[in-house]
């Protein structure tokens, strides 16, 4: 019962780290579907959720890429089937490049507490690869948009790349200062009280 709670738990985290990432990437920057962003914050969100739970929470992540496509971006200019088939393949991108990086013994991604960050921009580098190819031809197949291959896996790329270091920079560097300044506080807050 345990481990079906921690299941459901953690899906929802994902389900949630991705929904937010894409409203905070909506406010930011905005989004076009034919053209992209340059800050795609989502894929960040998809990769830190993996390296922090595994594959086990691939049901949230695909959850999430689907509700927010069709919810927040509407990139799929009326075509459901192409639009999932677009979300679970981006869902399943940064799984899919972790398999393959360790695979080829290039780095460990199981244990969170040796991981080199150098080994984490390695992943978002190709993870940002595969997203943004299996995008294009997904979008190309799909005849729905008019998009120019050049400017399309140019800004998908750089977007990629700049949205996942952002969002793994700021939850590694950035937030571990933040909970310890309130925590602090928070202590001598209580030790004052007492």
């Not at 949230?60 to 990139?75: E, K, R, T």
């Not at 700021?170 to 007492?194: A, E, F, G, Q």
């Amino acid at each position: 019962m345990q481990q079906a709670k921690s299941f459901a738990v953690n899906n929802l985290f994902a389900f949630m780290a991705v929904y937010l990432a894409s409203i905070l990437m909506i406010n930011l920057s905005g989004y076009d579907v034919e053209v992209g962003t340059y800050l795609y914050l989502p894929i960040g969100a998809k990769i830190l959720v993996f390296l922090l739970f595994g594959r086990h929470v691939l049901p949230g992540v695909m959850a999430s890429c689907i509700f927010c496509g069709v919810m927040l971006f509407d990139s799929w200019g009326g075509n459901f089937a192409w639009g999932a088939f677009g979300a679970i393949m981006g869902a399943i991108a940064p799984l899919a490049t972790m398999w393959l990086i360790e695979k080829l013994t290039l780095a460990n991604y199981s244990d969170l507490k040796n991981i080199n960050f150098r080994h984490i921009l390695f992943l978002i580098f190709f993870t940002a690869i595969l997203h943004s190819l299996t995008r294009f031809v997904i979008y190309a197949k799909s005849e729905v948009f008019s998009i120019n291959p050049v400017d399309f896996l140019a800004h998908y790329m750089v977007g990629d790349v700049i949205g996942g270091i952002v969002v793994i920079w700021t939850v590694l560097k950035i937030l571990p200062h933040l909970v310890s300044s309130l925590s602090i506080k928070r202590h001598s807050k209580t030790k004052t009280t007492l």
